[in-house]
């Protein structure tokens, strides 16, 4: 790091009500030029309380490792039981993937409509259910439906909404619907709308009888609870 990028560095630290000799061991440089770099900025008086409270507890550099120690055991720890559970799944057979097929329509898919689809805005579950729909019932893309679900206040990215969902499935914007808008404007302003890209809805052409079959898969898993 450059020294200027240090001083500014340091200077916002300061600002925040961090002490000369706290800034000076993130940073690496020595108590005395931190503190020529950050000797005319003035602290709060409630900067000042907290600084001196800390200065009179013997504990707080020890609680402050203690708590950044726990926190990496912590970390480590999801990690490992993230990567224990990926292991535990595995490889699915054609069998399991039916049932989990089974399982996300209950949950998610139309039941209501008179053909078989479903909705989702998490790219992998999406792309669950279109490998249930190719692998275990043997369709193909062409026989799919997409239609994108997006807030109207997105309305002047449609397309990179389209073309993000195209990507993801691997099927051609040729086979999405007009999209759909929600009316209703969201008064909350989100910091990164870009990573907003609505809900994809797929459904299967002429699949009246694959609906009724699905209700009885779904009866199936429910006769076993």
């Known amino acids: 790091m450059a020294k200027s990028k240090e001083k500014l560095k340091a200077r916002e630290l300061r600002a925040k009500g961090e002490s000369i000799k706290s800034i000076a061991k993130k940073l690496r440089v020595s108590s005395s030029t931190a503190s020529l770099w950050c000797r005319d ?26 708590s950044l120690k726990q ?50 805005s998490d790219p992998n579950m999406i792309n669950i259910f279109l490998k249930w729909l190719t692998d275990c019932l043997n369709y193909s893309t062409q026989d799919l439906s997409l239609r994108v679900t997006s807030n109207i206040s997105h309305q002047y990215r449609i397309m990179d909404i389209q073309n993000y969902w195209s990507t993801i499935t691997k099927i051609s914007i040729k086979n999405f619907q007009k999209p759909f808008y929600q009316k209703v404007k969201w008064n909350k302003i989100y910091e990164n709308p870009e990573n907003y890209h609505g809900v994809l809805r797929v459904k299967v ?11 009885g898969w779904i009866e199936g898993l429910s006769n076993n609870t």
């Open 205 to 215: 052409r002429k699949s009246t009888d694959l609906l009724r079959k699905i209700q």
């Open 41 to 66: 900025i003035k602290l709060s008086q409630e900067q000042i309380k907290t600084l001196e409270q800390h200065s009179k507890d013997p504990n707080y550099g020890k609680r402050l490792a203690y």
């Open 71 to 120: 926190q990496a055991e912590r970390s480590k720890k999801i990690q490992i039981l993230k990567e224990t559970g990926v292991k535990e799944i595995g490889n699915l057979s054609k069998r399991e993937l039916f049932l989990v097929g089974v399982s996300l329509y209950w949950a998610e898919g139309f039941k209501k409509d008179s053909q078989a689809g479903f909705a989702s």
